[in-house]
């Protein structure tokens, strides 16, 4: 997978992985990765599959529709990746928080769902709910941090919260945090995922 790779000089901190919303790249969210902890390893990955020449992690049949079938092998397929690039870089594979946006978002969510130890945690800005109807593993010590937004009119009021309940009846330690905004990315949010991942 075409990617970026900045090694940190502390051997304790996380490995953020970074993953991209629908027309994004793996430069997107390198200011995220610098608000949030300047002093971890980055490893921002493009998505895969190409939509009308956008890039993303997985394919839709329709806006929020997903194409399962896809979600599940390019989940796999990004979970086998991580193995890789733990070893090719020697960070800790135990220890990869997910940073995520929309579409980029969506695909850590289900690294969630599918592998208990795929993440030790996540931070997702604006994301769905991956899968419906399966049972999820273990993730009783997992954090995650949600980004929504009141007006979102991709990613609703209830899937924020339904996503927010499978991850906390899975056992997560979840904080939701609302914007009063639709689906962009604000300083705002941006602002309380850094605190929320600095306050443990």
Same mark, same amino acid.
């Given at each position: 997978m075409k990617h970026i790779f900045k090694q940190s000089n502390d051997s304790t901190k996380p490995t953020f992985l970074l993953l991209h919303g629908t027309g994004g790249t793996e430069e997107d969210l390198l200011p995220l990765a610098e608000a949030i902890d300047k002093d971890s390893n980055v490893l921002s990955v493009r998505g895969n599959v190409s939509e009308n020449g956008m890039p993303r992690f997985f394919k839709r049949l329709a806006e929020g529709v997903f194409d399962e079938k896809d979600l599940i092998a390019r989940t796999k397929e990004l979970n086998e990746f991580l193995d890789e690039a733990a070893? +090719?870089?020697?960070?800790?594979? =135990?220890?990869?928080?997910?940073? &995520?946006?929309?579409?980029?978002?969506?695909?850590?969510?289900?690294?969630?769902?599918?592998?208990?130890?795929?993440? +030790?945690?996540?931070?997702?800005?604006?994301?769905?709910?991956?899968?419906? &109807?399966?049972?999820?593993?273990?993730?009783?010590? +997992?954090?995650?941090?949600? &980004?929504?937004?009141?007006?979102?009119?991709?990613?609703?009021?209830?899937?924020?919260?339904?996503?927010?309940?499978?991850?906390? =009846?899975? &056992?997560?330690?979840?904080?939701?945090?609302?914007? =009063?905004?639709?689906h962009q990315l604000t300083p705002g949010e941006v602002k309380a995922a850094a605190l929320w991942y600095n306050k443990n």
């Open positions: 070893e +090719k870089y020697s960070f800790d594979r =135990n220890n990869i928080v997910a940073i &995520g946006y929309s579409n980029g978002a969506n695909i850590a969510a289900s690294l969630m769902f599918h592998y208990q130890d795929a993440l +030790k945690g996540a931070i997702l800005h604006h994301p769905m709910v991956p899968r419906r &109807g399966i049972e999820l593993p273990d993730l009783s010590d +997992k954090r995650v941090f949600i &980004g929504a937004g009141t007006n979102d009119p991709i990613c609703s009021a209830r899937e924020s919260e339904n996503l927010t309940s499978l991850l906390e =009846n899975a &056992g997560a330690d979840v904080e939701l945090h609302w914007e =009063n905004r639709g």
